[in-house]
């Protein structure tokens, strides 16, 4: 029975099944809608999926990581590995239209596409996830996790956080 | 890799690792302590990016030589770690830690720079990631030098106090390691002098625009310690460090 569960295992279902994996930080998106899982592969029943880390230090990493491993271990497949890669470095780009949906409905601001120009000033103009106005101002670059800043809106005096752009 | 080019690469490894991962420990004091709520927050995440960079250091010597990670930080005697001196020295005030600070992230960011291009492909992808982060914490820790350099007296007091004694110990972060000639020759890091010129290039008017006064140059490189070498703070901190894994070595976290 298990093999037969094996066989039907593709590279889609395992990318479909990612999907149930959330950041642990941030529950309301997926590991694969943030751009966190690069790649899967299976060869010989072995599945390796390539993960990279968000920013350097998340202490999510370990957590996303296991979850990845079990959640493939759940759809029947015994051999797998879990890879971590630097290369390339994970940019906020990469979260796709859904998830930056989600972040906003989370309350959190999305970070801005740069297209690999990364604009690191204290005067990015970012939209409060609640208001729509422009008119925000920084209160801390760091906010409670790795990933993300605080934030006041001027318009609607609510205080809220941004995802960082990286 | 010849033995002797993977040796000096080794130790570059692990002085890279080891700086990053006792200046986050030091960082981390302030958790809980620091000036305001916004700061303790900001400092202790920047920490945890600065241990994060650790971590990857440590794995690329994993991957390189075999060495445990864990084992490194958590059951090496002190005297065993070559990190610089600045990164072990006490947190005294907020403005000695946020000079320490800038000084070090102006560096690294210099560091990731040159690096981007390194023929050694995992030092080019870690100094890929590394910089970005870099220009969060280098933007955030320069306004500090500047907030408190160009405040009042008794901030810039302080400040100045905190850079006539990190000042001297800095140079120690462009000395090139026993063997490095052969890893600049294979292009595997920056030479010392193009880092050391860049970051100059850099820190010195910045440090100037804050209202400070930029202490003689140490006699470099005659005076500069080599990394084996310590101040009489690495070892309590190291051991304040490994305290927990060492109660019970074979614990699981």
């Not at chain 2, 000096?8 to 006792?22: G, V």
């Not at chain 2, 890893?183 to 209202?211: H, I």
Request: aromatic share 8%; glycine share 4%.
């Amino acid at each position: 029975m298990a093999a037969e569960a094996t066989k039907e295992i593709t590279e889609e279902t395992i990318w479909e099944a990612l999907e149930a994996v959330k950041d642990p930080e941030i529950p309301v998106v997926s590991v694969v809608e943030m751009g966190i899982v690069r790649d899967v592969t299976i060869e010989e029943g072995r599945v390796t999926v390539t993960m990279t880390p968000t920013f350097s230090g998340c202490p999510a990493l370990h957590v996303m990581h296991d979850d990845i491993e079990a959640q493939v271990r759940a759809l029947g497949v015994e051999d797998v590995t879990v890879e971590t890669t630097l290369h390339p470095p994970w940019t906020t780009d990469w979260i796709t239209e859904e998830a930056r949906e989600k972040l906003k409905a989370f309350g959190l601001a999305p970070p801005r596409r740069h297209g690999g120009n990364l604009p690191i000033t204290f005067y990015d103009t970012v939209t409060c996830p609640y208001c729509d106005s422009d008119n925000t101002v920084v209160q801390n670059t760091f906010g409670p996790t790795l990933c993300r800043a605080i934030y006041t809106c001027n318009n609607c005096q609510q205080p809220f956080e941004q995802f960082k752009a990286l | 890799m010849s033995p002797d080019l993977e040796q000096a690469l080794a130790a570059r490894l692990l002085a890279l690792a080891d700086d990053e991962l006792i200046l986050a420990h030091r960082n981390s004091e302030w958790t809980g302590h620091a000036p305001i709520l916004e700061e303790d927050i900001a400092f202790t995440n920047i920490a945890l990016d600065e241990m994060g960079h650790a971590r990857i250091w440590y794995e690329q010597l994993e991957a390189l030589q075999g060495a445990d990670p864990d084992s490194l930080i958590f059951f090496r005697p002190a005297a065993e770690f070559s990190n610089v001196r600045m990164v072990e020295l006490p947190p005294g005030d907020w403005a000695f830690s946020m000079l320490r600070q800038y000084l070090f992230d102006s560096y690294e960011l210099v560091r990731a720079t040159q690096t981007l291009e390194s023929r050694y492909r995992p030092m080019a992808e870690a100094a890929a990631k590394i910089r970005p982060e870099e220009l969060y914490h280098h933007r955030h820790t320069a306004l500090w030098v500047r907030r408190l350099g160009l405040g009042t007296e008794e901030s810039n007091g302080r400040m100045q106090q905190a850079l006539d004694s990190l000042w001297p110990a800095v140079f120690q972060l462009f000395a090139p390691l026993p063997g490095e000639e052969q890893l600049v020759a294979a292009g595997y890091v920056p030479a010392p002098a193009q880092l050391q010129a860049a970051w100059e290039r850099e820190a010195r008017p910045f440090l100037e625009d804050a209202g400070l006064r930029l202490p003689p140059d140490p006699q470099a490189p005659a005076t500069v310690a080599p990394r084996s070498e310590h101040t009489e703070h690495l070892e309590p901190l190291v051991a304040d460090l490994q305290e927990v894994a060492r109660l019970e070595r074979e614990a699981e976290w």
